[in-house]
C-alpha cells in the first residue's frame, strides 16, 4: 500500500498526458476515472482501492469468491441454446451464441451448481455478463428453475447472484415465459420454506429484475450497481429529462425500501453465510 | 369509425361505402339493384378475407393497436352484468391504467381485472396510454387475493404496450410489483384464465398473465419487446419495427404454434373493433368453456396445472 501511494502522484500526470501506461499492468477506474494499479484492485476482489468502485467480475471469478475451495460442483452445463425464431437479425443468434461462448468459455449466460459456504450446503446460480450481456431466455430459465428444485428436494438454501439486462430479444416469447417459469418455482421453495437470497450485482435490470431478482427472502446488492426494471436510457426518452444522480443505484433503492442491505464484496460471503445460519 | 383507418383497410372500407351509396341510391330512386349490391358484397367479404389472410406481423401489431378496437371495459360492460369497479392498491394510489372489481359472468361473480387504455386524449392520458405504475400491478394482486378468499373466479385482460417506465414507478418498485405478481398468480387457489385481447406489452402484460389458461384474440399481439424498441437496439432504427414484428414472432397464431398460449380466440370480419358486440359474444363463448372446465379442478389442482404448463416452457437442447 505504501508502495502504491508513493507512485500515486507521478502516474496521475502521465496519465494527463496519455502517454505511457504499461499495458494491461495499470487500469482506468470506471467510478473514479484514475489510474490503478491492477494487480491492487484484484487484491481486493476487483474493488477500487480509492473509490471503492466494484468492477464487475465473471461468475468464475464470483463462485471462487462465494464458495468453499473445491466444493463447487457445476450442474446443466451441458444445456444449450436453439433459435426457436429463427431470429432474423444482422448476425445470426446462433452465431451470436457461438461469438458468447467463445468470449466466455461457457455454453450459456449462467452458471448453476451446488458447493458449499463457509461449510453452509447451498444451491448457487451465478449470471455471467459477458455472454450477451446475462440475458435470461429458455436455457437460463431451465437452469435456475432446476437450480430452485434442487433446492426444494434438497432442502437446501438458494443463492442467486444477477448481473443480467433482462430477458432475451432472440428468443422472443420463450424468454418473456421464463420469468413466469422461475417465479412460479420460486413461489414453491417459498411455500416449502427454503430461504433464497438474491444478491443483485451491476447491472440487475428488466425481466430479471421483475422476476427473481426481487423475490429473495433476503435481497442483497453490491455497492453502487445499477438496479431497476426499466434501463435508464429509455426512462430519458419516455420523460424526456435527464435523470437525478444516483438513480436506480443501490443506494437509491435502500433508501427507498427496495432492498435489505448494501453489501461490500469483501464481506458478501460472510454476509450471505450469516443469514443462511438463522434462516435454514 | 372515426378513427383513422389502417392502410390495409382502406379498400375494404372503400368497397363498403360504394355499396352503402348504391343501397342509398335505390331506395331513393326506388330501382332494385339488388343484384349489384349482393355482387359487391360478395367481392368485399372475398377481398377482406384476403387481405385478412396474408397480414404480415406488423399490420396485425397496428390492429392490436387499432384506437376502435374494443378496451377491457368494453368486454366488461359487453359480456358481464353488476360491474362494481374497485379502486386502490391500499399502498400509495389508484393507478388508472389498470381497472378491476367483481362482476357476474354468465350470472355468477367473479374478480375482473383489466389494462385500461384511453380513447380520446384526455382519456389516453388519464389512462396513461394503457401502461401501468407499481400500484396498478398491487391493486390487481389485492384483487386476486380478495377472489381467492371468496373463493372468486379471476378474469384478466391484457392490453399494454408496457409497464411504465418512469421516475416514480421506477422509485416504488415496479420490479417488485411486478415479480410479486408472477409469483403469487402461479400459487392462486381459484381459477385464473387471462385474455390478451390487444398489446401485450412484455414484462407488464405477463404481470397480469399466469393464467390456468392464456388465450389470444386472432389479432392481438404478445410480444417479449415491443418492436419499435426492439428495432432501435438491434437496427439502431425504430423505423424498422416491421423488420423488427417479424423477427420477434409476436402475433397470436406464432404462439399458438409454440404452444405458449392456449387458444386464439376468433375476432369478427375485419376485427374486433369493427363489431365491438360480436367479438365480445365469441369471448364469452371460449371464457365459458374453460371456465366450466376449470371449476372442477381443487384448488391444488388448478395450482399444479398452472406450474406444470409454465414449467414446460422453454426450447434447449443438452449436450
Ligand atoms: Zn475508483
Known amino acids: 500500500m505504501s508502495w502504491f501511494q508513493k507512485i500515486k502522484g507521478p502516474l496521475a500526470r502521465v496519465g494527463d498526458k496519455k502517454v505511457r501506461i504499461p499495458e494491461g499492468l495499470w487500469i482506468k477506474c470506471e467510478g473514479c476515472k484514475e489510474i490503478v494499479y491492477k494487480k491492487e484492485v484484484e487484491r481486493r476482489s476487483n474493488v477500487c482501492p480509492k473509490c471503492n468502485y466494484h468492477f464487475r467480475i465473471s461468475a468464475r471469478e464470483r463462485i471462487a469468491q462465494l464458495m468453499d475451495q473445491g466444493t463447487f460442483e457445476e450442474m446443466d452445463s451441458g444445456l444449450a441454446a436453439l433459435d426457436p425464431l429463427n431470429f432474423n437479425d444482422s448476425m445470426r443468434y446462433p452465431d451470436r451464441i457461438k461469438a458468447a461462448m467463445k468470449k466466455t468459455g461457457l455454453k450459456e449466460a449462467v452458471i448453476c451448481g451446488q458447493g458449499e459456504l463457509e461449510g453452509v450446503p447451498l444451491e448457487l446460480c451465478v449470471f ?12 437460463v430459465g431451465e437452469k435456475v428453475t432446476r437450480a430452485i428444485e434442487r433446492s426444494l428436494e434438497k432442502t437446501r438454501s438458494l443463492v442467486i447472484v444477477h448481473c443480467s439486462g433482462g430477458a432475451r430479444m432472440q428468443e422472443g416469447m420463450f424468454s418473456l415465459m421464463q420469468m413466469a417459469k422461475t417465479s412460479a418455482a420460486l413461489a414453491r421453495l417459498s411455500k416449502a420454506g427454503v430461504p433464497y437470497v438474491s444478491v443483485l450485482t451491476n447491472p440487475t435490470t428488466g425481466g430479471v429484475t421483475a422476476s427473481i431478482a426481487m423475490l429473495g427472502d433476503v435481497i442483497m446488492a453490491e455497492p453502487g450497481a445499477l438496479i431497476g426494471f426499466a434501463g435508464p436510457r429509455v426512462i430519458e426518452q419516455t420523460i424526456r429529462q435527464s435523470l437525478p444522480e444516483g438513480f436506480q443505484r443501490t443506494e437509491f433503492l435502500l433508501e427507498h425500501g427496495m432492498l435489505d442491505m448494501v453489501v461490500e464484496r469483501k464481506n458478501m460471503k460472510n454476509t450471505i453465510c450469516q443469514v443462511l445460519q438463522m434462516l435454514a | ?63 392490436a393497436r387499432h384506437p376502435e378496437r374494443p378496451y377491457a371495459e368494453d368486454y366488461i360492460k359487453l359480456m358481464m352484468t353488476d360491474f362494481v369497479e374497485l379502486h386502490g392498491d391500499r399502498l400509495f394510489g389508484d393507478d388508472h391504467a389498470v381497472i378491476g372489481g367483481l362482476a357476474r359472468f354468465e350470472g355468477k361473480p367473479v374478480v375482473v381485472i383489466g389494462q385500461q387504455k384511453g380513447r380520446s386524449t384526455k382519456q389516453k392520458i388519464y389512462r396513461n396510454f394503457g401502461m401501468p405504475h407499481p400500484e396498478g400491478y398491487r391493486k390487481a394482486l389485492r384483487l386476486m387475493k380478495m377472489a381467492e378468499k371468496f373463493n372468486r373466479p379471476v378474469i384478466t385482460f391484457i392490453d399494454t404496450p408496457g409497464a411504465y417506465p418512469g421516475l416514480g414507478a421506477e422509485e416504488r418498485g415496479q420490479a417488485e410489483a411486478i415479480a410479486r405478481n408472477l409469483k403469487e398468480m402461479a400459487t392462486l387457489t381459484v381459477p385464473l384464465i387471462s385474455v390478451v385481447i390487444g398489446e401485450g406489452g412484455s414484462g407488464g402484460a405477463l404481470g397480469l398473465g399466469v393464467g390456468n389458461r392464456v388465450l389470444m384474440l386472432q389479432y392481438s399481439v404478445y410480444s417479449v419487446i415491443m418492436p419499435e424498441g426492439c428495432a432501435s437496439i438491434l437496427y439502431r432504427d425504430s423505423g424498422l419495427a416491421a423488420q423488427a414484428a417479424e423477427s420477434l414472432k409476436l402475433a397470436a397464431k406464432d404462439l399458438k404454434e409454440y404452444e405458449l398460449i392456449d387458444e386464439i380466440v376468433k375476432e369478427p370480419p375485419g376485427g374486433a373493433h369493427r363489431n365491438h358486440q360480436m367479438a365480445a359474444s365469441i369471448l364469452r363463448r371460449v371464457i365459458r368453456r374453460h371456465l366450466a372446465e376449470l371449476i372442477c379442478f381443487s384448488p391444488q389442482e388448478l395450482i399444479k396445472q398452472r406450474e406444470q404448463k409454465f414449467r414446460n416452457f422453454g426450447q434447449y437442447m443438452e449436450t
Open chain 1, 128 to 139: 455471467e455478463f459477458d455472454f450477451m450481456g446475462g440475458s435470461m431466455a429458455s436455457v
Open chain 2, 1 to 63: 369509425m372515426a378513427a383513422q383507418p389502417i392502410d390495409f383497410e382502406k379498400p375494404i372500407l372503400e368497397m363498403e361505402t360504394k355499396i352503402e351509396e348504391l343501397q342509398q341510391v335505390s331506395r331513393a330512386q326506388g330501382v332494385d339493384l339488388t343484384a349489384e349490391v349482393k355482387r359487391l358484397q360478395k367481392k368485399a367479404k372475398r377481398l377482406r378475407r384476403d387481405i385478412f389472410a396474408k397480414l404480415n406481423r406488423w399490420e396485425q401489431t397496428l390492429l
